[in-house]
């Protein structure tokens, strides 16, 4: 892919997807249950790394049905994952979705 239109090079990377207080004030929105429970390092981390991922996918899709569930392309999983890093090195990957929802 040719840099300049990599997704994670677009200015709402740095301004939406990994900036810790737009993620904070997201998350405060949707009573995010994550960063409730969020204690350790590692747990604030995957917090902000779910919601990153989920405002990733509103800014490129918007809001999507349920069951629906869009890949991040793997440039921008990778300055998340710097960002947000799990200190096991331990990630979940994507899972797809259940399929349609009627």
């Known amino acids: 892919?040719?840099?300049?239109?990599?997704?994670?090079?677009?200015?709402?990377?740095?301004?939406?997807?990994?900036?810790?207080?737009?993620?904070?004030?997201?998350?405060?929105?949707?009573?995010?249950?994550?960063?409730?429970?969020?204690?350790?390092?590692?747990?604030?981390?995957?917090?902000?790394?779910h919601a990153a991922y989920r405002q990733f996918t509103i800014l490129m899709h918007g809001k999507l049905t349920a069951g629906d569930r869009r890949t991040v392309p793997a440039c921008c999983v990778k300055l998340i994952r710097e960002k947000f890093p799990s200190l096991s090195g331990q990630y979940t990957g994507f899972i797809p979705g259940e399929g349609p929802v009627f």
């Open 1 to 49: 892919m040719v840099p300049e239109l990599c997704s994670s090079q677009r200015p709402e990377m740095t301004l939406s997807v990994l900036d810790r207080m737009t993620l904070y004030s997201q998350q405060q929105y949707r009573q995010d249950v994550f960063s409730f429970y969020a204690e350790t390092l590692e747990d604030v981390n995957k917090s902000f790394r």
